[in-house]
C-alpha cells in the first residue's frame, strides 16, 4: 500500500512515495515560476495546479496510491469566479501590497486584539491585509469572488471538490482565532470581508474527498484515491521529524533557518509576538508551536559555494569537501549572518551581514566555518528569546540539506549545549504529510503509531564541553554584535 506526501512551495511542487510501512520508494518534481515585475511578488495558481496534475499523473503510472496529503507554504491565497475561475495572480507573501490595509486594520481594532484572538502581529504579508486591498483597489475583481482558498484549500478544492483548510494554514490568514480555531468574526467585521468566502475549517488528518471522476480518468489514478488535509510546511516537517511533546523543537535548514518548538500554553506576553514570533495550533491537541527563524540559514553556504569555492571540484559534493577541510576548534570569527535582512526577533528588513575578527591567518574553510557558526549563534538568540516566554526546547531534531553535515551538527550541538540529532529523511515534510493521511485514512490509529514507522533517526551529536566553553565567550559578544553593527549600516546607506 503507498501513500503520496505533495509538498507544494513556491517554486515547485513534488510528491513523495511512502510505503505502509515507512519506506520511501519514489519522488516526482515540478518546477515553475515566481513574476517579480514592477515591485510585485506574484505566482500563478492555475500554473501550480496543473504542476500537481503533472506529479500524480507521474506517480500513478508506477504506484497505486491509497491517498495523497497536501502540504504547502502560508499566506498566498487564490481567488475564484463561480465558475472556479482564478481572478488574478495570487500575491506572495513578499509582495508589498496590504501595508495600508493592514494600518487601518490595527487603527479599527487594536494591534493588541488582533494578536490576542490571531496569535500573530499585524504585518502586510498576511492574507487578509492583501484581501483587503483587493476590495480598495480592484473593486470589479472583488465583486466577482466567490471563495478565496489558500494554496493547500485550493488544491484540495480543485482535486475532490471540497474547500477545507487546516488550522495551521489558516492561522496564516490573519484572521483565525487560535483558541476556538475558528475564523475570528470580529477580524473579518473590522476587515469589510465576508467570512463565507473562506473554506471550512478542519483539522490536519482529515480526509477531505475523493479524487474527482474527470481527473481520475485523466490522470489515470484510481477513483477511490483519497485527498487528506496536510498542513502549513514547517508544521509538515515536525510532524516527520516525529516530535509531539512540549520541551522539543525541530530545526530545519533549507534556504531559511527555521526552528519549531512545540509547547502547551498559549504565552499572554506581547512582547513575544512584537519579535515576531507567531503561535500557531499543532496537530496534536491543546498543543501549539512557533516559528523561530533566520532568512539566510542554508542560503548563506550556497552563497559561500557559488562565490568562493572554485577550486573545488564540481563533480563531487562540494559541501563535503569543504567540511572535510575545516578545523575542529571553534574560529572565533563572528558572522551576524543578515545578508537578507534579519528575521526574528529583529524583525528589521535593512539589516546587513558584517563579518568581525578576520586576520590574515584565516583561510577560506575558516571563513566557512565562521558561516556555520554564526547561523548557530542566531538560533542561540532565538532560544534565549523563546526561553524567556517559557517555550524550552531541550533536544534539537535537525532536518533539511544541512542535516547531512556532521561538521554542522556538532557546531549546533556545542553552541546550543543540547543533543542535536539528524534524520534519515530527506524530505522531512513530505514524510510528515505522508503520516498525516495515513492516521487520516486509517492505517495508523495516529500518529505515534505512524512515526514507529516513518521516523528514522541518523546521527546524534552531543555537546562537547570544552568546545561550548570556548563558544560560549564568543556568543556572549555576538549578542552584541547587531546592535553594534546596525547604526553604522544605517549611516552607511543614509
Not at 542561540?380 to 554542522?408: C, Q, R
Amino acid at each position: 500500500m503507498f501513500i503520496g506526501g505533495l509538498d507544494i512551495g513556491t517554486t515547485g511542487c513534488k510528491l513523495s512515495v511512502y510505503s505502509d510501512k515507512g519506506e520511501f520508494v519514489f519522488n516526482s518534481y515540478k518546477e515553475y515560476e515566481i513574476n517579480r515585475v514592477n515591485g510585485m511578488h506574484e505566482i500563478d495558481a492555475q500554473t501550480i495546479f496543473d504542476s500537481v496534475c503533472d506529479v500524480i499523473c507521474e506517480t500513478v503510472k508506477k504506484y497505486d496510491l491509497e491517498a495523497v496529503g497536501v502540504t504547502t507554504f502560508g499566506e498566498t491565497f487564490v481567488a475564484l469566479d463561480e465558475d472556479d475561475n482564478v481572478l488574478l495572480p495570487s500575491m506572495l507573501y513578499t509582495d508589498p501590497r496590504g501595508n495600508d490595509e493592514c494600518k487601518t486594520l490595527c487603527e479599527k481594532l487594536g494591534e493588541k486584539r488582533l494578536i490576542e484572538i490571531s496569535g500573530v502581529k499585524p504585518h502586510p504579508m498576511y492574507s487578509l491585509p492583501k484581501i483587503m486591498w483587493i476590495k480598495n483597489n480592484l473593486s470589479e475583481v472583488y465583486s466577482k469572488i466567490k471563495r478565496i482558498l489558500l494554496m493547500e484549500d485550493y488544491i484540495i478544492y480543485k482535486l475532490c471538490g471540497n474547500a477545507c483548510i487546516d488550522y495551521s494554514l489558516a492561522a496564516r490568514t490573519m484572521a483565525f482565532d487560535i483558541r476556538n480555531k475558528c475564523w475570528s468574526r470580529e477580524i473579518f467585521d473590522a476587515a469589510g470581508i465576508d467570512p463565507s468566502l473562506m473554506s471550512d475549517i478542519v483539522q490536519a488528518g482529515n480526509v477531505a474527498g475523493t479524487l474527482k471522476n474527470e481527473l481520475a480518468e485523466a490522470l489515470g489514478a484510481k477513483k477511490s484515491f483519497k485527498i487528506v488535509n496536510g498542513s502549513h510546511d514547517q508544521v509538515a516537517s515536525t510532524v516527520g521529524a516525529g516530535i509531539f511533546r512540549s520541551g522539543e523543537a525541530v530545526d530545519g535548514t533549507g534556504t531559511v533557518e527555521c526552528i519549531v518548538p512545540i509547547f502547551d500554553k498559549i504565552p499572554e506576553n506581547s512582547e513575544l509576538y512584537d519579535k515576531g514570533y507567531a503561535v500557531v495550533p499543532y496537530v496534536v491537541e491543546n498543543t501549539y508551536v512557533c516559528y523561530a527563524f533566520s532568512f539566510t540559514g542554508g542560503a548563506v553556504l550556497k552563497w559561500f559555494r557559488d562565490n568562493f569555492a572554485a577550486k573545488y571540484k564540481e563533480s563531487e559534493n562540494i559541501y563535503a569537501q569543504l567540511d572535510a577541510n575545516v578545523k575542529d576548534a571553534p574560529t572565533g570569527i563572528l558572522v551576524l549572518p543578515h545578508f537578507a535582512g534579519a528575521a526574528t526577533p529583529y524583525m528589521d528588513n535593512l539589516s546587513r551581514a558584517a563579518i568581525v575578527g578576520l586576520t590574515l591567518e584565516h583561510n577560506e574553510s575558516d571563513i566557512y566555518k565562521a558561516l556555520m557558526e554564526g547561523v548557530t549563534y542566531e538560533i542561540m538568540i532565538n532560544i534565549e528569546h523563546l526561553e524567556h516566554f517559557g517555550i524550552k526546547p531541550d533536544k534539537i531534531y535537525a532536518t533539511g540539506g544541512g542535516a547531512s553535515s556532521d561538521v554542522w551538527l556538532q557546531i549546533k550541538a556545542d553552541i546550543l549545549n543540547r543533543p542535536v540529532t539528524s534524520l534519515a529523511a530527506k524530505e522531512v515534510g513530505a514524510c510528515g504529510t505522508c503520516m498525516l493521511a495515513g492516521v487520516g485514512i486509517g492505517i495508523y490509529k495516529d500518529l505515534e503509531e505512524a512515526k514507529k514507522y516513518f521516523v528514522k533517526q541518523k546521527n546524534t551529536a552531543y555537546p562537547d564541553d570544552s568546545k561550548n566553553e570556548i563558544y560560549a565567550k564568543y556568543y556572549s559578544a555576538y549578542r552584541k554584535l547587531y546592535n553594534a553593527v546596525r547604526p553604522i549600516v544605517e549611516e552607511a546607506n543614509n
